[in-house]
Nanobody, 116 residues
């Protein structure tokens, strides 16, 4: 079973940047597509960015396209999310998981708060 630990969140002003990391345990994580999800208060969890196993293809939700970049380092079993030009509506708890997500693999997430 894959265990996922997210880090890198924090409080940032609008227009600022953060880089999230997701460390995965489990030898098979690298053979699956991976994604970053987020859940804002009172809203359902949504997939915002995904990447294929080799990292050659990425896809983004319209709300983050052009501002967020997903990447992965399979040698380190790590997935990253570079977030630029952050907006207050990006405030949420961010999680990583496989795509499609595996319910038993959700970690604690990392809180991102965008506020002046």
């Amino acid at each position: 079973q894959v265990q996922l630990v997210e880090s890198g969140g924090g409080l940032v002003q609008p227009g600022g940047s953060l880089r999230l990391s997701c460390a995965a345990s489990g030898r098979f994580f690298k053979i699956y597509a991976a994604g970053w999800y987020r859940q804002a208060p009172g809203k359902q969890r949504e997939l915002v960015a995904q990447i294929t196993t080799g990292g050659t293809t990425t896809n983004y939700a319209d709300s983050v396209k052009g501002r967020f970049t997903i990447s992965r380092d399979n040698a380190q079993n790590t997935v990253y999310l570079q977030m630029n030009n952050l907006k207050p509506e990006d405030t949420a708890v961010y999680y990583c998981n496989r795509v499609p997500a595996v319910s038993s693999s959700w970690g604690q997430g990392t809180q991102v708060t965008v506020s002046s």
